[in-house]
């Protein structure tokens, strides 16, 4: 199986930074795409920002400048370093992986992490 852990979360005040951290674990061949997605309060699950196997990034039009998402394919880590924080990016962070294991023949699966919770506010 495959674990996704991530940390990082906490409350901050507006214009403040986290960083949120996320490392997956278990038993894989590969990791393709690695990315953050938040759900606030009442809200659907949004893309936040993800990240290819080569670098190749995409970021949702609220956090672009704002936020920078990174890994290391060695570590099968994936960063998201968010500056200039606001209200709005209150909600709980999930990070996503997609996963290539060897399951007779290699296969891609979709795997979650329990989520860590961002609160910003004065």
């Known amino acids: 199986q495959v674990q996704l852990v991530e940390s990082g979360g906490g409350v901050v005040q507006p214009g403040g930074s986290l960083r949120l951290s996320c490392a997956a674990s278990g038993s894989f061949f590969s990791v393709n795409i690695m990315g953050w997605y938040r759900q606030a309060p009442g809200k659907q699950r949004e893309l936040v920002a993800s990240?290819?196997?080569?670098?190749?990034?995409n970021y949702a039009d609220s956090v672009k400048g704002r936020f920078t998402i990174s890994r290391d394919n060695a570590r099968n880590t994936v960063n998201l370093q968010m500056n200039s924080l606001k209200a709005e990016d209150t909600a709980d962070y999930y990070c996503?992986?997609?996963?290539?294991?060897?399951?007779?023949?290699?296969?891609?699966?979709?795997?979650w992490g329990q989520g860590t919770q961002v609160t910003v506010s004065s």
């Open positions: 990240i290819t196997s080569v670098g190749s990034t």
């Open positions: 996503n992986a997609e996963v290539v294991r060897v399951v007779s023949v290699l296969r891609t699966f979709n795997y």
